[in-house]
Each structure stands twice: as structure tokens, then as C-alpha cells.
């Protein structure tokens, strides 16, 4: 038997009191923990998700941040239309970017379209060179170490630059000669372009494939095979509709990247724009390929000055602007950094607040503990001893308030990560444990320590012969 | 054992000065089991808190096991008093949270630490007294006559030179406290133990080597 286990003791007899004010601890702790970990992972994903996207390519309309976050992150609304020709001038322009006399080379030009999603993911029309092009490790100058998105299952999907060129001149002469709004309205008749169904079977096109990130498969428990039928806008909306014609089938699963790709469903953007009410043309005086409007552009120049000279280079620009990823990114994080500094003073005031209140049921405790005390001090137990037995019961407190907090953090990011990575597209990981939590839990263990200083006193200087009982 | 000379201890009420304990002199020699008697208010459990180091005398001398009681820091006192004194109180005071072995052990704790070797001497000083199949009963299981008994073995439980006692056997029937006062007798004529017993009960103080009259050891006034 030691003193600590007198500590123990008189914890569990109080053991309403203690649990409450381990619940404050634990609360203050969680807080805290689930704040860091919560900027830790923003910032780390923020900054690692943004790596192969040197410069984004969007619409005039939104800032360059918007453009960041709904091409990189699918957060907020797509702002308008890039149009075509922009895009077939930094893919097939050899450098040569109208705005600017620099010579901008490109390691890629990515298209993406967006706006539909399946289940709570998002859908990228895109081409093949998402996947055989497009980098989110390595080194730009050595391809060996070029981190592409690697499949788990399956295979790509077969849709390159050239396709994609011819698409937008056929869309393009389609809709001067009025046929693509035959075709809109016939949609349901006429299956030479997407899918159709006959009973419970789905017949997709040979376009109608879709590749899709890990979350997305681990969420929805999705396979090889599996249909997908997009849906315009969010699923949420009250006006949002399926596109049953324009079905996807699962024809590959990338593999984990940590990144908010694993989030997404990539198809092909032919079948992107030919989905029914993707109206890709909007000039009403141009009807030509060059006005196909896109959402995105992803761009990677050979050196750094190139997404920044291609940033330049828009600038003057009426038809697009272009943001330079990373720039963006330090910027958001520098605007959550600021944002979160509040909520950091709040929970360090929360911890400070629990561990007050450690130190007020302690020191009320101390009143009826008097004769317990005395009790101890007659049978020899000295002030410091007394001293410590109470130290040692708001530091027990506030351990096991921390360590209940911790776990509380992990628990609470474990049911709270789909909410979050839908809210922020920041993808959590409930396992990921930090050497600052074990900081906290000394920091907040020692908190605690300190709280039982101020009722252990008043417990030693506890009276004996006056608390021991009558005098005869 | 115990040499007292000129002790007084007195307390202040306003202006008033009140004289809780007036002794001129008393010997106890080691081995020896003297019962304390006399009159409510004349001082006895303050002269048992003197002696034990709880409360420190006005003035005059208080010698315990050759030890200057009175002149020791606190600090010091508690330690003397855990290691050399056990103290069997009139309520007992065990302390409800813990169960009857690990009372008796309390006094161990605060004296150094109670190791595998100290638990045992608990478990036969339990087994002594007839509690062997109570040690793990808290207090609030066990009748008064079970809680006395294992007050005294908390009392034992450091082989103590020196056993104070005051008024220990309570409100029992005169029956199980003759027990109990038996049991306490026993053992500390085979440890050689000094016991000091304040007592009300003519026939418990029979029991002892020697009967004190407080009243007779007051400075005359």
C-alpha cells in the first residue's frame, strides 16, 4: 500500500465529483488535441493535395483562390467557363502564351469539367493524361521518381488530347447545325453515345467508363463493374436530377494517395459534356470548338518561374486567369491559421477553466476531509505527506481526463472524418497519433498537479486534535 | 518511558486563559500499563495529544522514550509518533473508505511504507484479534466490538514502544470491551509494550499495573 493508492481511495469514494471534473479535463483536452490534429492535417493536406498542381487555369469569373479550392479540393462552386481554345493554346502552343513574350513549356495540360456527383463524390471529366501525365511526387526534372496515380484494380480509361480535340470540333459542328439539341431531346431514344437499360441490366457505351479514387470505393463499397450514374449538381439539391443516360461503369480503382483525388470519380470529358443539360456551349455569337467551355485547366510548368509567368500571363487576360496552387494554398492556410488562433485561446481557456475546477472540488473536499486528515496525522502521516496524497489525486484527475480527452479526439475525428472531408475536402486520419499529444497529457497531468497545490495546502494545514473528535 | 515535569498547556479564549492540562509530574516506566482517571475537563486526552507530539505543551517537559517530545519540529514529531507511538482512539477513527487490513496498514504507510512483510504482521495481528475472516470488511460491515479491534491492531501494527489509549472501549457492553482490553493486555506484555490507558471504567483501570488520578498530579493553586 502506498500513498498513491490512498489517493486512488479517496477518488472512488468521491466518485461522482471526480468523474464529473475528469469530464471538464477530458473535454479541455479533446478540444485542444482535435484542434491541432484538425490544423495539423489541414495544413499538411492542404499542402501536400496542392503538389502537382503548379498553376490552374479557370474561368475570369471567382477569385484565383475559389479556383484553387474547386479544382483542387472540389470545395465551393465552379465560377463559369474556361473556354476551349485557351486550353488547345497551352497544350498544342509550344510555350508561346498570348500576354506575355516569355516562352512558358509545360509538363502538362490537363482538362477538367466539373459540377456533377455521385453519392457525396464528386465527378471530373477529364483525359487519360490525368493518369499518365499528371504528378504528385517527385522531382520535375527526374520522370523516375514521378508519383503518378497508380490503379489498385483494374485500368484507365482510354481518352487522350486528340480525342478530345475531335470531340470539341464534332460537339462544335453538331450544335452550329443544330443537332445536339436533337440530340438532347432524343436522349432517351437514341443510345449511339452513352448507356441504356433494358430491365435491371445497364448496357454502357465504350466512353462510359469511370476510374475512381480509394475513398470513393471504400465508401461505397464500390467494385470493378459497378455502374455510376452521375447527378447534376449536388445529390442534396431539390432540383438536382440522375443522368441514367449517361451511366458509368467502374473499369478501374486508384490506389490510396492521401490526397483529395482519392475522393474522386474521373470519366471521360466527352461523356462529361455530352451528358444531358451540360450545355458546353454558352457564347451564343461563337458556335465554333473554341468556345467549348471547360471548368479547369490543370497546368504543370517545367520549372517553378513558369506557373508563375503563366499567372502573369493571364493577367491581362479577358478570357481566363490562372492561380498559382501553391500560392493559393499558403493563403488559405495563412486565413485558417488566423481563424484558428481564436479557437486555440478558447481551448487553452477551457483546459485552464477544468483545471480551476479540479482545484474547486478539491478545496471543498478539504472541509469534510478534516477529521479523515486529522485521522492520517495522528497515526504519524506527516504535512507533506498529506500534501502529496492530495497533489497526487488532481493529478490523477488530470491524467485521466487527458487520456480520456485524447482518446475522445480520436474517437470524435473517427465519427466526425466523412463530415469534415465532405465540409473541407481535408481527409482525416483517426489513427494518427502525435508526440505533441503525449505533450499534452504531461502538460495537462502537471496542469492538474498544479491545481491540487492550493486544496492540498489547506488539507496539511489541517487542525489535528480539534478534528481528531471530543476532548474530554 | 514517559517523564512529564510542569507540564501545562494552555489555551486562550479572548482574554481569557483556560488551563486544559496541569500535570507536575509523571513517571511511567517501560513495560508498565497504567489506566488515567479522573474527572471530565481535567485534561486527559490533551495530556494523551501532549505525549503523542499532536499538541505541544505551554510549557514544562514531556519525555518519551528519552525523546524531547515537546521541543521536536512537526515534522519531526509526526515521524516519532508514526514510528515509536500507537494511538487507539475513543471512536476508533478508522477511515470508512478503507476496508480493515488496509486500516491497519494506514499506520505503516505514513511510517516508511507497508511491503509485503508488514502486510503479513497485519494479516496476524487481524488473525490475533479474531478478524481473520474480515480483513477485506470496511468499516461500515463491522460490528463496534470488530472495528475496536481493529483500531488496536492499526495501533500495533509499527511494534510501537508505546501504546496510548483513550477511553478505548467506547460504548460496548463491558463485555466485548473486557475482550478487546484483554486481547490489547496480551499482546503487549509479550512485545513488552507501555501501555497508557485514559479510562472512566474503574474496572477497566483494574485491569492495568497502576491506576493515575489526574486530579492528583495538578500544580496546587
Known amino acids: 500500500m502506498k500513498l498513491v493508492s490512498i489517493s486512488l481511495r479517496n477518488l472512488r469514494v468521491r466518485a461522482l465529483s471526480s468523474a464529473l471534473t475528469t469530464v471538464s479535463i477530458a473535454i479541455g483536452t479533446l478540444l485542444l488535441s482535435a484542434l491541432w490534429l484538425l490544423l495539423d492535417e489541414t495544413e499538411a493536406q492542404y499542402q501536400y493535395g496542392a503538389q502537382g498542381y503548379g498553376a490552374i487555369v479557370g474561368p475570369k469569373e471567382g477569385s484565383p483562390m475559389d479556383l ?22 497551352l497544350h498544342d502552343g509550344e510555350g508561346q502564351i498570348e ?44 520522370p523516375s ?5 497508380d490503379l489498385r484494380e483494374g485500368r484507365y480509361f482510354t481518352f487522350g488530347h486528340e480525342q478530345f480535340v475531335e470531340f470539341a470540333d464534332e460537339y462544335a459542328r453538331k450544335r452550329a447545325s ?77 490506389e490510396r494517395t492521401g490526397m483529395p483525388v482519392d475522393r474522386m470519380i474521373y470519366i471521360p470529358i466527352s461523356t462529361f459534356l455530352s451528358m444531358e443539360g451540360h450545355d458546353a456551349i454558352r457564347d451564343t455569337e461563337s458556335q465554333t470548338a473554341d468556345s467549348v467551355g471547360l471548368s479547369a485547366i490543370i497546368c504543370r510548368g517545367r520549372r517553378y518561374n513558369d506557373n508563375q509567368n503563366l499567372r502573369w500571363a493571364f493577367q491581362g487576360r479577358r478570357d481566363a486567369q490562372a492561380a498559382v496552387a501553391h500560392w493559393e494554398v499558403t493563403r488559405i492556410l ?99 497519433f502525435s508526440m505533441r499529444e503525449v505533450w499534452l497529457i504531461l502538460f495537462v497531468t502537471a496542469l492538474g498537479g498544479i491545481a491540487g497545490v492550493l486544496p492540498a495546502i489547506k488539507g496539511a494545514r489541517t487542525e489535528v486534535a480539534a478534528n481528531l473528535g471530543p476532548i474530554s | 518511558m514517559i517523564r512529564i515535569r510542569n ?38 486526552t490533551t495530556l494523551l495529544n501532549i505525549v503523542s507530539g499532536i499538541v505541544r505543551p505551554t510549557s514544562g517537559e514531556v519525555r518519551v522514550a528519552d525523546v524531547d517530545v515537546g521541543s521536536l519540529g512537526e515534522a519531526k514529531r509526526d515521524r516519532f509518533r508514526g514510528e515509536h507511538i500507537g494511538i487507539v482512539f475513543q471512536t476508533f477513527n478508522l477511515l470508512v473508505p478503507f476496508t480493515a487490513l488496509e486500516n491497519v496498514l494506514l499506520g505503516a ?83 513488552k509494550r507501555t501501555v497508557v490507558m485514559v479510562t472512566h471504567d474503574p474496572a477497566s483501570a483494574e485491569l492495568m499495573h497502576r491506576t493515575i488520578d489526574l486530579s492528583e498530579l495538578r500544580t496546587a493553586s
Open chain 1, 99 to 142: 500576354g506575355t513574350s516569355r516562352r512558358i513549356n509545360m509538363m502538362y495540360v490537363i482538362p477538367q469539367a466539373r459540377g456533377d456527383t455521385y453519392k457525396q463524390f464528386h465527378i471530373v471529366g477529364t483525359t487519360d493524361e490525368m493518369f499518365s501525365q499528371f504528378f504528385y511526387k517527385g522531382e520535375s526534372r527526374d
Open chain 2, 109 to 191: 504507510v505514513f511510517a516508511g511504507g507497508a511491503d509485503a512483510t508488514v502486510r503479513d504482521r497485519a494479516v496476524r495481528l487481524l488473525g490475533r484479534v479474531g478478524l481473520g475472516d474480515r480483513i477485506d470488511h470496511y468499516p461500515n460491515q463491522m460490528s463496534v466490538g470488530q472495528v475496536q479491534r481493529v483500531a488496536l491492531c492499526r495501533a500495533l501494527i509499527n511494534g510501537p514502544d508505546l501504546i496510548l489509549a483513550d477511553e478505548p472501549l467506547g460504548n460496548q457492553d463491558r463485555e466485548t470491551g473486557a475482550e478487546a482490553l484483554r486481547v490489547l493486555r496480551e499482546i503487549a506484555e509479550e512485545e
Open chain 1, 334 to 432: 495563412e486565413i485558417v491559421g488566423n481563424a484558428t488562433r481564436v479557437l486555440d485561446v478558447t481551448s487553452w481557456l477551457v483546459l485552464v477553466v477544468a483545471a480551476v475546477s479540479v482545484l474547486v472540488a478539491l478545496y471543498n473536499t478539504m472541509n469534510e476531509r478534516r477529521r479523515e486528515i486529522a485521522i492520517m496525522r495522528s497515526l504519524g502521516a506527516r504535512r507533506s505527506q498529506i500534501l502529496t496524497i492530495v497533489v497526487a489525486e488532481a493529478t490523477l484527475i488530470a491524467f485521466g481526463g487527458a487520456l480520456l480527452g485524447i482518446v475522445g479526439c480520436h474517437l470524435s475525428v473517427f465519427g466526425l472524418a466523412g463530415w469534415v472531408a465532405d465540409t473541407t475536402g481535408v481527409l482525416l486520419d483517426w489513427t494518427a
Open chain 2, 7 to 44: 507540564l501545562k498547556k494552555v489555551y486562550r479564549r479572548g482574554d481569557e486563559e483556560v488551563v486544559a492540562c496541569d500535570v507536575t509530574a509523571l513517571d511511567v516506566e517501560r513495560g508498565e500499563h497504567v489506566a488515567i482517571v479522573g474527572k471530565s475537563g481535567l485534561g486527559k
Open chain 1, 68 to 89: 484553387v479550392l474547386n479544382t483542387v479540393y472540389s470545395l465551393g462552386l465552379s465560377q463559369g467557363h474556361v473556354p476551349f481554345r485557351v486550353y488547345r493554346e
Open chain 1, 145 to 149: 521518381t514521378h508519383q503518378h496515380l
Open chain 1, 178 to 254: 443544330g443537332e445536339a439539341e436533337d440530340e438532347d431531346h432524343d436522349h432517351d431514344h437514341d443510345h449511339s453515345h452513352g448507356s441504356h437499360s433494358h430491365g435491371d441490366t445497364i448496357h454502357f457505351g465504350p466512353e462510359n467508363e469511370a476510374v475512381i479514387g480509394y475513398q470513393v470505393a471504400h465508401d461505397l463499397g464500390l467494385r470493378i463493374g459497378d455502374p455510376i450514374t452521375p447527378t447534376h449538381g449536388s445529390a442534396d439539391d431539390p432540383g438536382a436530377h440522375v443522368h441514367m443516360e449517361s451511366a458509368c461503369q467502374v473499369v478501374g480503382i486508384l
